[in-house]
C-alpha cells in the first residue's frame, strides 16, 4: 500500500489517499487515539470522487466523535478504473427493464455477482493493509451500501465484526442463500419508498439474514433521502460491537 | 391531582404517585431542571404495579439523562381500577381465537375501541393536571404500548408534537383510517417475531401513519425482547424533537 496524499482536515482527523496494486482509496483516522482504533469499511455504489461528500462526512463523524478510523475503495469498473463492458451493458439493461417495469432477476445475477466475485478479495486485501498499520487495530465493520458485496464479505471474512447495512440496492436471488450464514450483528437500514429498490424484497433479506441480533432502520423518502441522524445512529451500534 | 407519596430515587428523580379522579398515575420528574422541562406519556397495557420496574426505568432514564419529566396512568379496567366485564369477555375470546388461530378483527374492535374511548379524555385530562405544575413546561411526547391509544391521542391532541409507539397490540382496522391523519414525527418500534401480534398488519400500520418523519425501528425477538439500547434511541428521538 502506498500513501498518494495527506492532509490534516480541521477537526483534527488525517486523511490519506491511498493505492494498493490497482485498487485507489481513502483512509480517515482520528486525529489523537488512545484507545484501540476499529476500522469501518465504507461501501459505496462506485465512483469515489463522485461519493467523496457522503463517504467523507460519514468518516470524519466515525474519526472525530468515536475515533474509529474508516476506509474506502474504488470499486472495480468504476472511477479511473478500467470498465467492463459487461457490466456497463448490465447496467443499461436494468435501466431499460426497470423503466419498463419488467422482471430483473436475470440482469442483477449479470451486474451483481461479477461485482462480488470482484469486490470481497479486494476488500480483504485492503483489510491485510490496513490492519498491517500502527495506528489501527480492528475490530472491522462493514457500513453502507452495495449490501450483495457487504453480505459475502460478513459471510466468509471471520475479521468483520458487525455490519451496518445499506438496503438501497438489488441482491441476487442466489445470494439469500448467503444471507442465512451472516451471523454478526447488523444494523440494516431501509429507505422505504426507495424508487430502486423493492421493499419486500429488502424485508425479506432483513428476515434471511441470520444473525440473531438485527435491527431494521426504515426511514420515510427515496434512495438519497436518508435522514442525517442515521449516521449518528450507525455509529452508535458500531461502538456498541467493536468497543 | 393529589399527590399520594413522593420519594427521591439515588439518581436525583422525584418519584410521586397521584391520584386524578378516580385515576392513579406516577410521575417522574428530573433532580435538576435547567432547561424547560418536556412532559413523556408512557403508554402500557395496564396494570401499573405489574409495569412499574419497565416503566421506571425508562421513565428515570428519561429524566435523569435527558431532563424529561415522565408520567404513567392506570387504564380503565386494570390495575386497581373497577374491571369491565365486557372487556374481560373480550381479553378471554382474543386469547381463546388466537390459540385456535381465528380471525380476531371483531373481537379486537371489542377489547381495543371502548380502551381507547376512555383512554384518551383520561390521558388528556392528565395532561392538563401536569402541564399545570411549574416543573414541567412541555412539548409532550407519548411513548410506548397501546398503539391504538396513542394513535388516536396524537391524531386528537395537538400538544403531543412527537411519539414513539410501540407495535406490540392489535390496532382495529378501523384505525387506519385515523392513523393516516397522524402528522407528528413517529418512531414505530416493532418485535419482528411478536407471537401476539402480526408483522405484516403492524407493517402495514407503519406505512398508513400520515407523517412524513417517521422511523420504523424493527429487531429480532418476542413481545418482552425489545433490547435495552431502544431506551435511549427512543430518548434521543424525543430529544431532538421536544428541545
Redesign the interface.
Known amino acids: 500500500m502506498r500513501f498518494t496524499s495527506e492532509q490534516r482536515l480541521d477537526d483534527g482527523v488525517l486523511e490519506r489517499e491511498f493505492t494498493l496494486g490497482e485498487i485507489p482509496g481513502i483512509l480517515w483516522t482520528p486525529g489523537s487515539a488512545s484507545a484501540p482504533t476499529p476500522l469501518i469499511l465504507l461501501g459505496h455504489p462506485g465512483g469515489l470522487r463522485q461519493m467523496y461528500p457522503r463517504l467523507a462526512g460519514r468518516a470524519r463523524h466515525y474519526a472525530a466523535e468515536y475515533g474509529f478510523a474508516a476506509a474506502a475503495i474504488e470499486l472495480f469498473g468504476s472511477g479511473d478504473r478500467p470498465r467492463s463492458a459487461a457490466a456497463e451493458q448490465a447496467r443499461a439493461d436494468l435501466r431499460r427493464a426497470m423503466e419498463a417495469g419488467e422482471p430483473v432477476g436475470e440482469i442483477v445475477d449479470a451486474l451483481v455477482l461479477p461485482l462480488v466475485e470482484k469486490a470481497v478479495p479486494e476488500w480483504q486485501a485492503t483489510m491485510d493493509a490496513l490492519l498491517s498499520l500502527p495506528e489501527i487495530d480492528g475490530p472491522v465493520g462493514y457500513a453502507g451500501g452495495v449490501i450483495a458485496i457487504g453480505i459475502r464479505l460478513a459471510a466468509v471474512e471471520p475479521r468483520i465484526s458487525a455490519a451496518g447495512f445499506f438496503a438501497g440496492s438489488f441482491v441476487p436471488a442466489t445470494m439469500f442463500e448467503e444471507a442465512r450464514q451472516v451471523t454478526i450483528p447488523l444494523q440494516f437500514l431501509l429507505q422505504?419508498d426507495d424508487e430502486g429498490n423493492d421493499r419486500q424484497s429488502a424485508?425479506d433479506l432483513?428476515?434471511a439474514l441470520g444473525?440473531?441480533?438485527?435491527?431494521?432502520?426504515?426511514?420515510?423518502g427515496g434512495h438519497t433521502g436518508v435522514?442525517q441522524?442515521e449516521v449518528d445512529?450507525g455509529a452508535?451500534f458500531f461502538a456498541?460491537h467493536l468497543r
Open positions: 422505504w424485508l432483513f428476515d444473525s440473531k441480533e438485527k435491527t431494521l432502520h426504515a426511514n420515510l435522514p441522524f445512529d452508535r456498541r
